[in-house]
């Protein structure tokens, strides 16, 4: 998401979460999000409509102000605009295709790796031109490892997680009771699922995968994946589509349902925390909270507890195949920063002791090895997998190559430039908190703030 003055650090920009008022006009990607424009010092901004999943306007342009009159002549185009960018098949279609190809000899089975689509025979003649492999029965299993994985850092970037890290959420869900996994975001925790139950070696688990990237539906029946945006809640299969959450989420024959969601990195933490408080409300049926299981990077821990307050961030480190440097094994500052945020009782998820965890008897959780208790602050401080250290002049613990500067009156990098510290709030000036200009930037590196004034807040 772009506005004309994207580098100009005079206005700022925070989401306005939906209150059931008049219905967003729609991208591709389904309903937009409103957002605020803000200057520096005002109280008051204007708003515009953009797109929910893309940050970059080259990914997806559409642009409203709020207050614009849209012609007739406009929403018809934008319409036809928006049915265009659709996936070419339904989601029935992708079923009714899927089981046509299963059923053909394995030296007819194709996949197109340029147009990441099955082939039917009839089919094979327009991609003559294309590359195409053959595919197996395994192959089929796995489609996280067919597809091509996506990956525009501003928009769909798709990280997988690595074997070791999918089996020990899987593990850990099936160790806890939970016979139902949500799957947002998360393909390859999907697949497992279904191999593990192809070996009937372990209690059956169903599973359902809500995934932007509809290239999946041609793998799985329309009770295993809808086509689905994070972002803004949006079924791109309608009614229907939401119909099968509503059952999924069902609990029947003392069948647990968790959900466990892996957002892109670089999505706002507000929009997110907003749907999957809806899915939450969804299920609800009393006044227990759905067990959610959330994978996100370690420094946006303030804003997602901000948007939902019952997580607890755990020590667990999540690697993944295809990203050059969330990878486990490494150390210092080369481990992957990818944390588990959870309702879920931190006592209840036994970290592995062969990896590098350990139990805190005081904190009564699992911890990394190195995140050793500090008696001063009663906690297990450390949050990068590094061993911190306690401030007594700050009153807390905090990273190891940090030192007390007296000209801030805080603890910060050596070479930090003085006085940077003390920089309120965007829109304020006020000391006592901070906003930072630009949602976009700061807020998506994942630094602290505290927004200004009234704060909205998603519960699960």
């Not at 099955?118 to 003559?128: I, K, M, Y």
């Not at 706002?268 to 227990?288: G, R, Y």
């Not at 759905?290 to 480190?317: A, K, N």
Request: aromatic fraction near 10%; proline fraction near 6%.
């Amino acid at each position: 998401m772009d506005v004309t003055e994207e580098h100009d650090d005079s206005f700022g920009i925070e989401v306005v979460l939906p209150d059931g008022g008049k219905p967003a006009p729609c991208c591709p990607h389904g309903p937009t999000l409103l957002f605020e424009k803000v200057a520096k010092g005002s109280k008051e901004g204007r708003r515009f409509y953009a797109c929910s999943a893309c940050r970059d306007r080259k990914d997806c342009s559409f642009f409203q102000w709020e207050d614009d009159k849209v012609s007739e002549a406009r929403l018809l185009a934008r319409e036809a605009d928006n049915k265009s960018k659709q996936p070419p098949f339904t989601q029935q279609e992708y079923c009714n295709r899927f089981r046509k190809f299963a059923s053909l000899p394995l030296d007819e089975k194709k996949f197109c790796q340029d147009c990441q689509v099955l082939l039917l025979p009839a089919e094979l003649s327009a991609h003559s031109a294309h590359r195409s492999t053959a595919v197996s029965a395994a192959q089929l299993r796995r489609p996280s490892v067919l597809l091509r994985p996506l990956d525009n850092k501003k928009s769909n970037a798709q990280y997988l997680f690595t074997d070791r890290s999918a089996h020990f959420l899987l593990d850990t869900l099936a160790a806890l009771g939970y016979r139902k996994v949500l799957c947002v975001g998360t393909p390859r925790l999907q697949e497992l699922i279904k191999l593990r139950n192809l070996e009937q070696k372990h209690e059956p688990m169903k599973s359902l995968l809500l995934d932007i990237d509809f290239r999946y539906a041609q793998f799985y029946s329309q009770d295993e994946f809808c086509h689905y945006n994070m972002f803004n809640n949006h079924f791109f299969g309608g009614e229907a589509s939401s119909a099968v959450l509503k059952a999924f989420l069902r609990e029947s024959d003392g069948e647990k349902v968790v959900m466990v969601a892996d957002p892109p990195f670089g999505g706002l933490v507000k929009p997110l925390a907003h749907s999957f408080s809806l899915i939450a409300q969804t299920w609800k049926t009393s006044d227990v909270e759905l067990p959610v299981m959330w994978i996100f990077p370690y420094f946006f821990e303030p804003r997602i507890q901000e948007g939902l307050p019952s997580l607890t961030m755990l020590d667990y480190q999540v690697d993944y195949d295809n990203h050059a440097l969330y990878k486990h094994g490494k150390t210092g500052r080369k481990q992957s920063p990818v944390r588990l945020f959870t309702n879920i009782s931190p006592r209840d998820v036994v970290l592995p002791k062969e990896e590098g965890y350990r139990f805190c008897s005081v904190c009564d959780r699992y911890v990394w090895s190195l995140n050793k208790h500090c008696a001063k602050c009663n906690l297990c401080p450390s949050k990068d997998g590094r061993e911190w250290k306690h401030c007594s002049t700050c009153g807390k613990c905090v990273k190891p190559s940090w030192k007390h500067c007296q000209s801030c009156g805080r603890c910060a990098l050596p070479d930090h430039p003085c006085g940077e510290g003390k920089e309120g709030c965007f829109n304020c000036g006020s000391l006592k908190h901070k906003q930072k200009p630009r949602e976009s930037g700061a807020a998506r590196r994942g630094k602290k703030s505290t927004l200004c004034g009234p704060k909205q807040r998603v519960i699960l």
